[in-house]
């Protein structure tokens, strides 16, 4: 699948999921802006990518702040001249239950990563998109259909989110733009140490994880960013206000 000469901006770009989208764009010959907090790690995915594509637009921002938000859509557009696909994959998950003190500073600030940045930011980029006929794809997760215990917040951010996107499916829709919603299951990412586990700790909740698959495997972020790829791409042109479980079955229980 071809993307020459697109321009796709990538949120939560460090590492994980997002670097792996980037790299996937990359390979299809697109310009990609890629985003995220920390430089260190953004610098190691640039450099990744430039291997294997064009040089990417490195952005350290934080996408919970407005004008870092707006930063990120305007360098984009300043650097690429236009701007066809708006990957929204930053998030944030937790450890923690609603009985928790810090329940509530917990549920805003995910809900700022995962829900509202999202919204902003295709806000901003909507007039964008609507130029190019451009298209949407934003990574939320199976825990936005099935949930988990110590995690009601990120549970209800990513439920918010599909339901956002298929929203603005139907507004976008008469203007050309597509919408859609991957819903990953377990992923081999960062994202458990990212809670403050350990290492081995983490390898022990994957392979829990493992274990509660049908299939009985982890996915690589490389497979949700084919997909991502699939549905950014021509090939899904019928395709609006879909949601992708990408999960090894995860969500079909039998646990």
Not at 100 to 125: G, P
Not at 226 to 252: M, P, R
């Amino acid at each position: 699948m071809s993307l020459i000469n697109k321009v796709v901006l990538v949120t939560g770009a460090s590492s994980g999921i997002g670097a792996a989208i980037g790299l996937k764009f990359a390979e299809a010959g697109a310009n990609v802006a890629i985003v995220g907090r920390k430089e260190d790690k953004l610098k190691k995915v640039s450099e990744n990518i430039a291997k294997v594509g064009n040089k990417p637009l490195v952005i350290a921002a934080d996408v919970t702040k407005d004008n870092d938000a707006q930063r990120i859509v305007n360098d984009t557009v300043k650097q690429f001249g236009k701007l066809h696909v708006l990957v929204n994959n930053a998030g944030i998950a937790s450890n923690v239950d609603i009985t928790s003190e810090n329940a509530m500073k917990v549920y805003d600030n995910i809900m700022a990563t995962n829900l509202r940045s999202v919204v902003y930011l295709t806000h901003l980029a909507s007039k964008h998109l609507i130029e190019t006929k451009g298209n949407i794809v934003n990574i939320s997760s199976v825990f936005g259909q099935v949930p988990t215990n110590k995690d009601f917040a990120y549970c209800a951010s990513k439920a918010g989110l599909n339901h956002f996107s298929r929203a603005i499916a139907l507004d976008f829709a008469p203007k050309g733009v597509r919408v859609n919603t991957i819903s990953p299951g377990p992923v081999k990412t960062d994202i458990i140490e990212n809670l403050g586990f350990s290492s081995e700790k983490a390898a022990a909740i994957f392979n829990i994880w493992k274990q509660a698959t049908p299939l009985k495997r982890i996915s690589d972020p490389v497979e949700i960013a084919e997909l991502a790829l699939f549905l950014a791409s021509d090939k899904a042109v019928g395709i609006t206000g879909s949601t992708y479980l990408a999960d090894n079955g995860f969500s079909l229980g039998g646990r």
